[in-house]
């Protein structure tokens, strides 16, 4: 899995995205890659576009195919739902 937040440096709510994926991401049975694309940046912009990013933070976690499984625009995705794609927390059996 790949976790792909796309988001501006310096943005309080992208900040707080990439900070709670990480805590989760660490806890996670199957951690994803995760990356952050900073659509403040020609490339970025160019993969938000390819991407359909009109919100920022989005959030699109990817299959190892490449197919999006699930897509959070404007806003930190529910730790609840990123947990149920990663797999159980380590040691507590939360789904």
């Known amino acids: 899995m790949k ?3 796309f988001g501006k440096l310096g943005c309080a709510m992208c ?3 990439k900070a709670k994926l990480a805590h989760l991401n660490s806890k996670a ?3 994803a890659e ?3 694309i900073d659509v403040g940046s020609v490339e970025g912009r ?3 576009a390819f991407n359909d990013v009109l919100k920022i933070p989005t959030t699109i976690l990817r ?3 490449g197919a999006a499984v699930a897509r ?5 995705p529910p730790s609840i739902e990123v947990q149920a ?3 159980s927390a380590k040691g507590t059996g939360v789904a």
């Open 85 to 87: 794609f990663l797999g």
């Open 72 to 76: 959070w625009e404007g806003k930190v």
């Open 3 to 5: 976790l792909e937040v």
């Open 29 to 31: 049975e199957t951690p």
């Open 15 to 17: 900040e707080s995205t």
């Open 46 to 48: 160019a993969e938000g």
């Open 34 to 36: 995760l990356t952050f």
């Open 63 to 65: 299959a190892e195919t």
